[in-house]
C-alpha cells in the first residue's frame, strides 16, 4: 500500500523559507515521478514542481521557479521541496503525489489529474 506523508509546513513571513518533506512507503520512486501540488482557498489544485527520478528531471511551474527547489533523498526515500523568498500568495496546502512513469507524465508533468497517490496535505501560510 502507497503511503506519502508530507511534513514541514508552518507559518512564515514574506521573504522567509520553509522545507517541505514528503516520506513514500510501498514503492521506490526509481520508476515513478513524484511531483508537489498546492491548493489555496477558493482555488484548483495546481502543479508547483515534479520530480522523475530515472532521468533527473525536474519541472516547476513558473510562479516558484528560481524560488523552489524540489530534491530528493535516496535512502530515506524522501522527496523535498526547498521553498525561498516566500509571497503571500504562496499560502495553500501542499500535496505530494506519485505515478508511475507514463506518457502523461511526459506532456503533462504538473497536472494533477496524472497522478494516482495523494498524501494528507501540510498547511503553509505566508504571512507578516
Known amino acids: 500500500q502507497v503511503q506519502l506523508v508530507e511534513s514541514g509546513g508552518g507559518l512564515v513571513q514574506p521573504g522567509g523559507s520553509l522545507r517541505l518533506s514528503c516520506v513514500v512507503s510501498?514503492?521506490?520512486?526509481?520508476?515513478?515521478?513524484i511531483a508537489w501540488f498546492r491548493q489555496a482557498p477558493g482555488k484548483q489544485r495546481e502543479g508547483v514542481s515534479s520530480?522523475?527520478?530515472?532521468?533527473?528531471?525536474?519541472t516547476y511551474a513558473k510562479s516558484v521557479k528560481g524560488r523552489f527547489t524540489i530534491s530528493r533523498e535516496r535512502p530515506k526515500n524522501t522527496v523535498y521541496l526547498q521553498m525561498n523568498s516566500l509571497k503571500t500568495e504562496d499560502t495553500a496546502i501542499y500535496y505530494c503525489?506519485?505515478?508511475?512513469?507514463?506518457?502523461?507524465?511526459?506532456?503533462?508533468?504538473?497536472?494533477?489529474?496524472?497522478?494516482?497517490?495523494w498524501g494528507q496535505g501540510t498547511q503553509v501560510t505566508v504571512s507578516s
Open positions: 520530480f522523475t527520478p530515472v532521468d533527473g528531471t525536474k
Open positions: 510501498g514503492l521506490t520512486l526509481d520508476s515513478y515521478t
Open positions: 503525489s506519485t505515478v508511475r512513469n507514463k506518457i502523461a507524465v511526459i506532456t503533462s508533468p504538473l497536472n494533477p489529474l496524472t497522478y494516482e497517490d
